[in-house]
């Protein structure tokens, strides 16, 4: 019963899309169980380039059926763009299937997301300004809407008025802003209700049926594990749980099924938004990292923050996901450098600590404590096996994988579909 999970073991972005899409050929569902349109998974096929953000990337393999779980928020105006635009490729999205339990991102959530941010100021968290918040905010006060009510405009109306009744107050009188109509987001959502229903299904009874006949099932986490709303590093933190255990909430899996765990880690480190990040460069190598690796985000097109790989970060993300493996992703960026500093432990308040702090001060004064590999000059790109790769990436893999915690089964040495070494196969 192979049900892998496939998540993120930094601040997001470490090349899931790749990852996810190598195995998409031998596997039959990929189901996204967290975040919504503000993931951003690039996919390279042939020369053709996609960017995904809310759809799961197993869309670009034929054989494989995509899952929007209940834990994602879905802002059904980008999933019908999504749906178009890869339908104009002439991909096939027909077995896309939606949790009808999924919660709706509405034209008010987005707004308040904004307007809440411009209000934090200087304090802000800079969000992806796509709702994301706000949306799992209504779930959790239970004013949400989800997308099984579009079917049932009583309820639906209901649900919008509950739900905006609050907000208009916000909106008027301490933003400022103008009240928005019950109506006018009702017709809005009622607009997208035929176009959605082909997709909308009980995914929970069709995974846990999938898994009982031995099917490949994949969950893919959106962000990564330092931007957990419980595990990371709060609250410069997206608001769903894209470690290990928001795959059995937000897809209805039970923890028993679940048989891997793969973190997806960069070989050096990024991140997009505010919020501590001990290993930063603000030199010269933090602009090559950000120059040869195209930190550039997907969804928002703002410059990645970057900086040396940290080991700290990497225990932490085996620990709080159960790791079983990891694939280390870009390992090709780092090729020129000659010598890389990784960071092996932190110094806080002149002592050396090993394991991440729990307490956020602590990690906002975290510097980092180097050792220094040596590099290596020669293209990797070209590399099909470990033994390919010159002594010192070799060296630095090794040296990775001990101060991490779990095996690395597979490099990426480029980003096209096949520059991918696999040391161990995931199925
Ligand atoms: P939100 O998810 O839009 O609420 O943004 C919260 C934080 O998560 C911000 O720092 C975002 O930049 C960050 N974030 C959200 N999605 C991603 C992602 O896919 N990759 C990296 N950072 C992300």
Redesign the pocket.
Known sequence: MPALVLLGAQ???EGKGKATDLLGGSVDYVVRYQ?GN???HTVVVGDQKYALHLLPSGILSPGCTPVIGNGVVVDPSVLLSELSGLNERGVDTSKLLISGNAHIITPYNVTV?KVTERFLGKRK??????G??PTYADKINRVGIRVQDLYDESILTQKVEAALDAKNQMLTKLYNRRAIAVEQVVGELLGYADKLAPYVADTVLVLNEALEQDKVVLFEG???TL?DIDHGTYP????SNPTAGGACTGAGVGPTKISRVIGILKAYTT?????PFPTELFDEDGEALRRIGGER?V??G?DRRCGWFDAVIARYATRVNGLTDFFLTKLDVLTGWEQIPVCVAYEIDGKRVEELPYSQSDFHHAKPVYEMLPGWSEDISKAKSFSDLPKNAQAYVKALEEMSGAPISAIGVGPGRDETIEINSFL
């Open positions: 601040w997001g972005d975040g503000n993931a951003g997301d968290i800079g969000t992806t300004g796509r994301i918040g959106g962000q990564g931007l410069f933190v997206t608001s991140r997009v938004g505010a919020g985000g969804t928002t703002r």
